[in-house]
Nanobody, 125 residues
C-alpha cells in the first residue's frame, strides 16, 4: 500500500498559478502511475491528469489541457501538478492517486489503488 500526502493547495486569484505536490511512501511497485483528480462541491470526482513511471507519457482532461502540467521526480517519490491560468471553475478539492499502468489509458478511478487526503484549491475573482 502506498501512502500519499498532498500539499500546495490554497487561495489564488483567477489567472494565477499554484503547484501541488504529492509525496509517496510505503510499498510502491516499480511502474506505478501517478494521477490527479478533483472534486468540486456537489459534483463527482473527475480525472485531471496522469503521468507514467518514466514521465514520458502524460494524459490530461480537456478542461485543463494547455494550462496544467503533471510531472514526477522518482528520486523524491513525488508527483507535481503545475496549474497556470487558473479559472473559477478549477475550484475543487484535488486528490493525488497512485495506480496500475493501465490507469494512464483508462483514467478510471478504479484503476488507482491509493489516494491522498486531498488539498483544497480555491480560485477567486
Amino acid at each position: 500500500q502506498v501512502q500519499l500526502v498532498e500539499s500546495g493547495g490554497g487561495l489564488v486569484q483567477a489567472g494565477g498559478s499554484l503547484r501541488l505536490s504529492c509525496a509517496a511512501s510505503g510499498r510502491t511497485s516499480s511502474d506505478y502511475i501517478m494521477g490527479w483528480f478533483r472534486q468540486a462541491p456537489g459534483k463527482e470526482r473527475d480525472f485531471v491528469a496522469a503521468v507514467s513511471w518514466t514521465g514520458s507519457n502524460t494524459r490530461y482532461a480537456n478542461s485543463v489541457k494547455g494550462r496544467f502540467t503533471i510531472s514526477r521526480d522518482n528520486t523524491q517519490n513525488t508527483a507535481y501538478l503545475q496549474m497556470n491560468s487558473l479559472k473559477l471553475e478549477d475550484t475543487a478539492v484535488y486528490y493525488c492517486a497512485a495506480g496500475r499502468p493501465v490507469a494512464i489509458l483508462s483514467r478510471e478511478q478504479a484503476d488507482f489503488d491509493s489516494w491522498g487526503q486531498g488539498t483544497q484549491v480555491t480560485v477567486s475573482s
